[in-house]
T-cell receptor, first 113, second 114 residues
Framework: QKEVEQNSGPLSVPEGAIASLNCTYSDRGSQSFFWYRQYSGKSPELIMSIYSNGDKEDGRFTAQLNKASQYVSLLIRDSQPSDSATYLCAVKRITGGGNKLTFGTGTQLKVEL | GAVVSQHPSWVICKSGTSVKIECRSLDFQATTMFWYRQFPKQSLMLMATSNEGSKATYEQGVEKDKFLINHASLTLSTLTVTSAHPEDSSFYIC??????????FGQGTRLTVV
């Protein structure tokens, strides 16, 4: 079992729709959760971070965390073609595993006109 | 967000030569920096954790004598790929960590070994 799992996609949504990206993790000791966006040929950029159960909203983005289910998701409202990218889920265990992030393989999102 | 600068953004080198990649945190002090490698259509794979003033911690399967890491100051870490071979061609990305535990990435370095 991979430590962080994501559906590789591609996930295609029409412009203006809600894109839902999902991620599951195996380490119950994980305490910090991040979503990164990576355009082709570029390095990842941080979109959202979430540390406690529930929802966290920032503009068109909402991160959802359910530690009991070991599940974290990212919702993108009013999807735009510029949102087309690969979205990486990352988790961090503060103790034991040091200070390093473990990444999923990413989900490719395509927002179509 | 914090700024991490990585240089060069791309480099082409001959097989057998060494290449140095720099990673700088521009507006904060980073006690920890991370080096990743990413092959096409794959996720980021952590190579090593670089701690200022101490030896780097390498992930399993990463040759420490081939990928030399130096974290000389709180704002600079370098990765040197020694005796590069075509299979070392990849996208190398550094990140720096600052409390809270978020990671900010450099722009990445595209290494091509010919």
């Amino acid at each position: 079992q991979k430590e962080v799992e994501q559906n590789s996609g591609p996930l295609s949504v029409p412009e203006g729709a809600i894109a839902s990206l999902n991620c599951t993790y195996s380490d119950r000791g994980s305490q910090s959760f991040f979503w990164y966006r990576q355009y082709s040929g570029k390095s990842p950029e941080l979109i959202m971070s979430i540390y406690s159960n529930g929802d966290k909203e920032d503009g068109r983005f909402t991160a959802q965390l359910n530690k009991a289910s070991q599940y974290v998701s990212l919702l993108i409202r009013d999807s735009q073609p510029s949102d087309s990218a690969t979205y990486l889920c990352a988790v961090k265990r503060i103790t034991g595993g040091g200070n390093k992030l473990t990444f999923g393989t990413g989900t490719q999102l395509k927002v179509e006109l | 967000g914090a700024v991490v600068s990585q240089h060069p953004s791309w480099v082409i080198c001959k097989s057998g030569t060494s290449v140095k990649i720099e990673c700088r945190s521009l507006d904060f002090q980073a006690t920890t920096m991370f080096w990743y490698r990413q092959f096409p259509k794959q996720s980021l794979m952590l190579m090593a954790t670089s701690n200022e003033g101490s030896k780097a911690t390498y992930e399993q399967g990463v040759e420490k004598d081939k990928f030399l890491i130096n974290h000389a100051s709180l704002t600079l870490s370098t990765l040197t790929v020694t005796s590069a071979h075509p299979e070392d061609s990849s996208f190398y990305i550094c990140s720096a960590s600052t409390p809270p535990v978020e990671a900010f990435f450099g722009q990445g370095t595209r290494l091509t070994v010919v």
